[in-house]
């Protein structure tokens, strides 16, 4: 029976993780795809040796089926990981609902998957980094990526040993304040990247960037809040929380 | 938390759900986990640093969405 709630999050995940990676997705095209075409025009426009061979797949399927695939693929993916997360951080990080949790969950996974990356190794258009550097920067991403987890879940537990001396509230605050103190001594001893060639706009790497960004916040708001009803229909039953919302009070447990 | 509004009969807690058992949470973390890898692997990194395939043509069907999603890319 715990093997199954675990497979019926799973598939929760999942489907939230689509439903969000499309939404996602309307972001990327409306908002992402006029920034990198105004980048590869610029890389036309100042060929410096940087191939991309001749052309494999074309630019209007690389901006709609390509697009789409590379982000309802990471949206499923990211989705059902998350949702794996959640089986194990439910009822285990503090007195939070399914609703809550998921939430929750959401934020933190944004913001060490994603965020905490990309303010040292932000996103970058085409044109923009030395393809004879990929090596290092593909390592360096990676590396970013599993620190910012490894930092988060450090600084979770953290919290869990000391909210019983200091209290939930100054708990979180020094666990989050721990988190940032460590993110900002990763920041200062990993290598910076500045491979901008000269002359490149800044205005279309800023409005990149910010698209970029625009994608992930899309991506884990709709995710969090998808799935968070998904977990709370599945864990507390729609006639418990009905019944919550009348009466103000928990009925006994309707589960499965 | 709420105790002056919920009446204190119920002896379910309000919101507050038992965990799962992590050992029925493994099996599906470890095949997840993995699928995911293959899967965020061919979107972010094939045919860039390091390839699995030769040629250039996952990495060119995926290339906008690695731009956008944060991957470096080229
Ligand atoms: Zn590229």
Redesign the pocket.
């Known amino acids: 029976m715990n093997s199954s709630t675990v497979r019926a999050l799973l598939v929760r995940g999942m489907l939230a993780g689509l439903i969000a990676g499309m939404l996602a997705l309307v972001t990327a095209y409306f908002l992402g795809e006029p920034q990198i075409d105004a980048a590869i025009a610029y890389e036309e426009a100042h060929t410096h040796g940087h191939e991309?061979g001749p052309e494999v797949v074309s630019r209007s399927v690389q901006s709609t089926a390509g697009l789409a695939t590379g982000v309802l693929v990471y949206g499923v993916a990211v989705g059902g990981v998350a949702s794996l997360v959640f089986s194990f951080a439910l009822g285990r990080v503090g007195g939070f609902s399914p609703r809550a949790t998921a939430l929750l969950l959401a934020g933190a996974a944004f913001v060490s998957v994603y965020l905490v990356p990309f303010l040292k190794y932000p996103a970058n258009p085409?044109s923009v980094g030395d393809p004879a550097s990929l090596d290092k920067r593909t390592a360096l991403f990676f590396l970013m990526v599993v620190l910012g987890v490894l930092l988060a879940v450090a600084a979770t537990i953290a919290g869990r040993r000391l909210a019983p001396r200091l209290g939930n509230w100054y708990a979180t605050v020094v666990a989050g304040l721990g988190f940032a103190a460590a993110v900002g001594i990763a920041y200062a001893f990993l290598p910076s990247l500045s491979e901008l060639p000269e002359h490149f706009p800044a205005l279309l790497l800023w409005r990149f960037r910010l698209s970029a960004l625009a994608v992930q916040l899309v991506l884990w708001t709709a995710y969090g809040l998808t799935f968070a009803h998904f977990a709370q229909r599945l864990l507390a039953g729609p006639a418990r929380e009905r019944e919550t919302v009348r009466d103000g009070a928990a009925p006994a447990a309707a589960q499965v | 938390m709420a105790q002056s509004i919920a009446p204190p009969s119920t002896g379910a807690p309000t919101a507050v759900p038992a965990p799962l058992p992590v050992k029925a949470i493994l099996p599906w973390a470890v095949f997840f986990g993995l699928l995911t890898l293959i899967a965020l692997y061919f979107v972010g990194a094939e045919q860039g640093a390091t390839s699995v395939f030769a040629g250039t043509g996952v990495?060119e069907w995926v290339?906008d969405g690695?731009?956008l999603l944060g991957f470096p890319?080229?």
Do not use: I, L, Q
Request: aromatic share 0%; hydrophobic share 0%.
């Open positions: 991309h085409p | 990495h290339h690695r731009h890319c080229h």
